[in-house]
């Protein structure tokens, strides 16, 4: 089953000889369970995509649709929440909120929404985050790699239609990056999580089921075209 559908998708800032074509007439579709990692050189505009796909940014043209639903047909507030109940956002940076601790910051989207949290599915998954004992620390409490594991939990407690991650291991030394690449690869298979995962590294990407490589706001090839993403 089709989760995401990406038509004609483009984003231009400026006009005239100052016009930047970020995203230039992007279109792909993701199906529900599968795990999609987009990469690309530095400015080729896959952070760009991300957040249009996930309604942080409006496009110039073009519509992305999230489980059936033209998220640019939403007002900016329906947008929002939208995107707070449907759109998990992993960042390169965690972006934690620095006066809550590892539990609050986990059910901040619960409690933006008013929504009592699941005990035992909250404390279940501080567990399989390896974060049970650090629940009360504050993130400058913590190391990088918890800091982003928590992020993760944030991301995923609200059951969203899809997972947007940022080049999620970018700030990470290696053994984080790999405990956060499983988690990621753990999400998707054990709880069917669809995730699109933005990263400049081969390695990192090859766990994906598909990859899409961008280039100059173009999608140019697909795993299975080039070599060093066989298929």
Same mark, same amino acid.
């Not at 699941?118 to 985050?129: T, V």
């Not at 089921?209 to 961008?214: A, H, K, P, T």
């Given at each position: 089953?089709?989760?995401?559908?990406?038509?004609?998708?483009?984003?231009t800032y400026g006009k005239g000889?100052?016009?930047?074509?970020?995203?230039?007439?992007?279109?792909?579709?993701?199906?529900?369970?599968?795990?999609?990692?987009?990469? $690309?050189?530095?400015?080729?505009? =896959?952070?760009?995509?991300?957040? %249009?796909? &996930? *309604?942080?940014?409006?496009? @110039? !043209?073009?519509?992305?649709?999230?489980?059936?639903?033209?998220?640019?047909?939403?007002?900016?507030?329906?947008?929002?929440?939208?995107?707070?109940?449907?759109?998990?956002?992993?960042?390169?940076?965690?972006?934690?909120?620095?006066?809550l601790n590892v539990e609050e910051?986990?059910?901040?989207?619960?409690?933006?929404?008013?929504?009592?949290?699941?005990?035992?599915?909250?404390?279940?998954?501080?567990?399989?985050? $390896?974060?049970?004992?650090?629940? =009360?620390?504050?993130?400058?409490? %913590?190391? &990088? *790699?918890?800091?982003?594991? @928590? !992020?993760?939990?944030?991301?995923?407690?609200?059951?969203?239609?899809?997972?947007?991650?940022?080049?999620?291991?970018?700030?990470?030394?290696?053994?984080?990056?790999d405990e956060i690449v499983n988690?990621?690869?753990?999400?998707?298979?054990?709880?069917?999580?669809?995730?699109?995962?933005?990263?400049?590294?081969?390695?990192?990407?090859?766990?994906?089921?598909?990859?899409?490589?961008?280039?100059?706001?173009?999608?140019?090839?697909?795993?299975?075209?080039?070599?060093?993403?066989?298929?």
């Open positions: 089953m089709e989760i995401l559908r990406v038509e004609n998708l483009s984003k000889e100052n016009k930047v074509v970020a995203i230039d007439n992007v279109s792909f579709s993701v199906k529900k369970g599968e795990f999609v990692a987009i990469v $690309g050189a530095s400015g080729s505009g =896959k952070s760009t995509l991300l957040h %249009l796909i &996930g *309604g942080v940014d409006r496009p @110039t !043209s073009g519509k992305v649709f999230i489980d059936g639903k033209d998220i640019y047909q939403m007002s900016d507030d329906n947008l929002a929440i939208f995107r707070r109940r449907q759109v998990g956002l992993i960042y390169q940076f965690y972006n934690l909120i620095p006066i910051n986990i059910t901040l989207p619960c409690d933006l929404d008013n929504k009592k949290v699941d005990k035992q599915k909250l404390d279940a998954l501080l567990r399989n985050l $390896g974060l049970d004992s650090r629940r =009360k620390h504050l993130p400058n409490e %913590l190391s &990088g *790699g918890q800091q982003q594991r @928590t !992020s993760i939990g944030r991301a995923i407690i609200t059951n969203p239609s899809i997972i947007l991650a940022d080049e999620p291991t970018g700030n990470l030394d290696s053994k984080a990056s988690l990621l690869k753990k999400s998707n298979k054990e709880l069917n999580q669809t995730i699109i995962m933005i990263t400049h590294n081969m390695e990192i990407a090859k766990i994906a089921d598909r990859v899409l490589e961008i280039e100059d706001g173009k999608i140019i090839k697909e795993k299975g075209d080039c070599p060093q993403f066989p298929g």
